[in-house]
């Protein structure tokens, strides 16, 4: 008597749980157990605000997602409307609260400073946002399409979720035709072996890594990680490195990104055993010579997948990248999905 009386407290205590659970939003899993939303493998059921820009009609651009957690709410920053010189478009935030699903809320724009227009952008490129202590640094790129007269500023805030709120730094550091053969753009901040460093570069002569004196500086030796010597401008760029158990990971776009549903972006990786390198691929072909696992391609009606930042959460690491939707006339969206992981390495996404 005494057992059944348990199992049935049990019982009425699983109903409760699962009842309250959905009460408050989270989803309802096929197996019938519940969860924050964010546990489930494979690519997540987003909606909301996720991405609907179409020029002069709606105003929601999803290019280059970079992802956050503040509390209990998550924030996506993404490169900003393509606009004019005179008016170029600032970084655009969105947010959930609670769930990685959604639904998506988006913000606005964090307005473009006036130093960057000697750079002649239409807009600010392919953000990045880490925490130190309680304040929030956001980085950005601004440069001319097709050059390397480019520069990766910098702003912080200690609440991300106001656009109003970001205090500009200015550029962190530039490049400039003729100077420098690397192009400073797509900035990837990232704290390991008790420092701050920077990954960046598009094209030119590939990914490089730097560290930083503070988080508006950089400082010492430039390294080279990644490259596609023979092909054609060295289509590689928008840098993401994670640690992970014995290895850095190096995860970067291929290929032609921005041209709607003729996109050929895709996502490849790399990984090390220091953080400057060298990085192989999985067949250990150094990616400094061009090495690189393909892991996610363009994928029935998600065309041209890249830009991509990775959120680590608990024991699950969460891909997020733009893709133009093939059932929509190649309009941009973002799409989060879970990594699954096989002999410590990223599996293929198909």
């Known amino acids: 008597m005494k057992s059944k009386t348990i199992y049935a407290g049990v019982g009425i205590l699983v109903v409760v749980v699962v009842v309250s659970a959905v009460m408050l939003g989270f989803p309802l899993r096929d197996d019938g ?10 690519e997540l059921a987003m909606f909301g605000d996720i991405g609907d820009f179409i020029q002069d009609e709606v105003d929601d651009p999803a290019h280059d997602p970079a992802i956050i957690k503040d509390q209990n709410t998550y924030y996506v920053f993404s ?15 969105r947010k959930s609260e609670g769930t990685l699903e959604g639904e998506w809320e988006a913000i606005g724009e964090i307005p473009a400073p006036d130093w ?4 002649g952008p239409n807009h600010l490129w392919a953000p990045q946002v880490v925490k130190r202590e309680d304040e929030y640094y956001l980085y950005y790129a601004t440069s001319s399409f097709g050059s390397n007269n480019s520069a990766i500023g910098a702003a912080s805030s200690k609440t991300p979720g106001d656009p109003e709120s970001w205090i500009d730094h200015g550029p962190v550091f530039t490049s400039q035709q003729g100077s420098e053969d690397y192009n400073a753009i797509d900035p ?3 704290e390991a072996d008790d420092s701050w460093w920077i990954a960046f570069g598009s094209h030119f002569s590939g990914i490089k890594l730097q ?12 390294y080279t990680l990644a490259n596609r010597p023979g092909v054609a401008h060295n289509p590689i760029e928008a840098p993401t490195i994670i640690e992970k158990g014995n290895y850095f990971y190096l995860f970067t776009s291929w290929d032609q990104c921005c041209n709607g549903t003729d996109s050929t972006y895709k996502i490849a990786v790399g990984r090390s055993e220091s953080v400057t390198g060298p990085y192989v691929d999985k067949d250990g072909v150094p990616l400094e010579e061009g090495g690189g696992t393909v892991i996610l391609s363009t994928k029935g009606d998600q065309i041209g997948p890249g830009g991509q930042d990775i959120l680590q959460e608990g024991d699950i690491d969460y891909l997020i990248y733009h893709y133009y939707d093939g059932d929509a006339d190649g309009v941009i969206r973002m799409q989060i999905r879970s990594l699954d992981w096989q002999e410590e390495w990223p599996k293929q996404i198909n």
């Open 33 to 42: 157990k519940t969860d924050n939303g964010n546990q489930d493998k494979g």
């Open 116 to 119: 960057i227009k000697e750079y």
């Open 79 to 93: 490169t900003g409307k393509l606009q004019n010189q005179e008016d170029p478009g600032g970084i655009y935030i």
């Open 211 to 222: 560290k930083m004196a503070s988080q508006t500086e950089v400082e010492g030796e430039i």
């Open 188 to 190: 990837h901040v990232f």
